[in-house]
């Protein structure tokens, strides 16, 4: 049963396709069945993935309006190795036309019921704002991994965040958490980067990742090339740190999952 992580943060720039698409191929690599949702229409995500969101006969639109069946949108084994729901433009109306449609925040959810079974971790790529879309995102996800730059205006925002999360946990998915912070594009020379990366760990506490990943030219050269980090250079520090953050989310799933085992 895939675990449904949404990677979201309402600000943008901040590291949120970056890490879909490298977690992504990174846990493909130690062998996870991994799908990524492209929720945001500027189509990063589906770029970054290789695939042309120019190019695309269905996409998560389809997908959230109902005018396609999931096995019918789902992208197998794109470049990156992982399968994909892409998205373009498009998916600017669906944010319009649902909220003419019956069950509005629940449309994803209901759709994943169909292939939850064949995949180990579900990845959502979330727009840049608390709209339709990154509600029907957190409300089909069990965990929200939130990619956090750890910069002067990092924190602003984060409450807003935190209260949506809240509210959709009140409301549809009483089985919503944090799932992790994780520090983006960081610079440990740099004493502002250390002191709110102290205050995450203070507030969020063993919720914060211990992985960073650090600004790395690799990360942003790789989606040019359509490329996850690992499969453009091996052997940057971006590519390493995305690995060793796989290595940390499959040892954290792994440990609930052993929780929730009956002794
Ligand atoms: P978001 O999806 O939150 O808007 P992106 O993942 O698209 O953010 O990242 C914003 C920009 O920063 C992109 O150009 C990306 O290539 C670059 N970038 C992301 N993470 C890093 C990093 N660790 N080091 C260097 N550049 C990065
Ligand atoms: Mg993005």
Same mark, same amino acid.
């Given at each position: 049963m895939a675990k449904i992580i949404a990677v979201t943060n309402q600000k943008g720039g901040v590291g949120k396709t970056t890490t879909c698409v490298n977690l992504g191929a990174s846990l493909t690599a130690t062998k996870r069945k991994v799908l990524?949702?492209?929720m945001d229409p500027? $189509?990063? @995500?589906?770029?970054?993935?290789?695939?042309? =969101?120019?190019?695309?006969?269905?996409?998560?639109?389809?997908?959230?309006? $109902?005018? @396609?069946?999931?096995?019918?949108?789902?992208? =197998?084994?794109?470049?990156?190795?992982?399968?994909?729901?892409?998205?373009? $433009?498009d998916l600017t109306a669906a944010e319009v036309e649902l909220l003419d449609l019956d069950f509005k925040e629940l449309r994803l959810r209901n759709t994943l019921n169909d292939v939850r079974e064949l995949y180990d971790y579900i990845l959502i790529d979330c727009p840049p704002s608390l709209n339709m879309l990154t509600v029907n995102a957190l409300t089909a996800a069990s965990g929200v991994l939130i990619p956090m730059q750890c910069e002067y205006y990092a924190l602003e925002g984060l409450s807003a965040l935190m209260n949506t999360i809240q509210q959709i946990s009140e409301r549809v998915n009483p089985a919503l958490k944090v799932e992790g912070i994780l520090r983006t594009m960081f610079d440990p020379r740099n004493s502002l980067t250390r002191d709110v990366s102290e205050q995450l760990i203070s507030y969020f506490d063993d919720r914060v990742y211990t992985t960073v990943i650090p600004r790395n030219v690799r990360l942003a050269e790789a989606p040019s090339h359509g490329l996850p980090v690992i499969s453009y250079d091996r052997n940057s520090k971006g590519a390493k740190a995305y690995?060793?953050?796989?290595?940390?989310?499959?040892?954290?799933?792994k440990a609930e999952r052993a929780a929730l085992v009956p002794a």
């Open positions: 990524i949702i492209d500027q $189509g990063n @995500a589906t770029m970054g993935s290789g695939v042309d =969101k120019h190019d695309l006969e269905l996409s998560v639109y389809d997908l959230l309006v $109902g005018k @396609a069946h999931i096995y019918d949108i789902i992208k =197998k084994q794109v470049p990156a190795g992982y399968d994909l729901i892409p998205a373009n $433009g690995i060793a953050l796989a290595g940390e989310v499959n040892r954290k799933t």
